[in-house]
T-cell receptor
């Protein structure tokens, strides 16, 4: 398996634009997590899914953020409208039974 | 919500030294995670442990559930061990999303 695949690897966008980050989890994994990493706050959980169902989205900063998992092999994290303070590295991770997550390479988002 | 504290924040050591990184958490958990973040940014899960000790190569992780404390040890450290080591615990204590420590930035000098 190729591991968790995230796209794009880098994204630069202007403030106010919509940004969509994509994640393909490892086949067979039933948990999917979205994390954000900044210098100030470190790694933070945004939302996680179990069997495609959102379980906990309390980490989503505000209504500008939304995440979907339409099927077991794909998830998106959308920011609309984007703001400079959203600049961060966004990681997707998947696991089988919420143990030992496998992380994607991350998407480095810069909002100017 | 679980509060996860790590120490030290930064650690520089000479090749061959024995390294210890400490982690404490506030809420009882089912298991604790240790992660490694490479200089390039990639994150790798090293251990998930719920009791006792686990060993993988030169890495050893221990946990004391009663004291809510875990340690990561590196024996015979090598420059390629240079990375950020992050401790993480389930937010609610059970099987769910992780709360992370701030990480320990380890540099091993040749």
């Amino acid at each position: 398996d190729a591991g968790v695949i995230q796209s794009p690897r880098h994204e630069v966008t202007e403030m106010g634009q919509e940004v969509t980050l994509r994640c393909k989890p490892i086949s067979g994994h039933d948990y999917l997590f979205w994390y954000r990493q900044t210098m100030m706050r470190g790694l933070e959980l945004l939302i996680y899914f179990n069997n495609n169902v959102p379980i906990d989205d309390s980490g989503m900063p505000e209504d500008r953020f939304s995440a979907k998992m339409p099927n077991a092999s794909f998830s998106t994290l959308k920011i609309q409208p984007s703001e400079p303070r959203d600049s961060a590295v966004y990681f997707c991770a998947s696991s089988l039974g919420a143990i030992l997550p496998f992380f994607g390479q991350g998407t480095r988002l810069t909002v100017v | 919500k679980n509060e996860v504290e790590q120490s030290p924040q930064n650690l520089t050591a000479q090749e061959g030294e024995f390294i210890t990184i400490n982690c404490s958490y506030s809420v009882g958990i089912s298991a604790l995670h240790w992660l490694q973040q490479h200089p390039g940014g990639g994150i790798v899960s090293l251990f998930m442990l719920s009791s006792g000790k686990k060993k993988h190569g030169r890495l050893i992780a221990t946990i004391n559930i009663q004291e809510k404390h875990s340690s990561l040890h590196i024996t015979a450290s090598h420059p390629r061990d240079s990375a950020v080591y992050i401790c993480a615990a389930p937010e609610g204590g059970g099987a769910d999303g992780l709360t992370f420590g701030k990480g320990t930035h380890l540099i091993i000098q040749p």
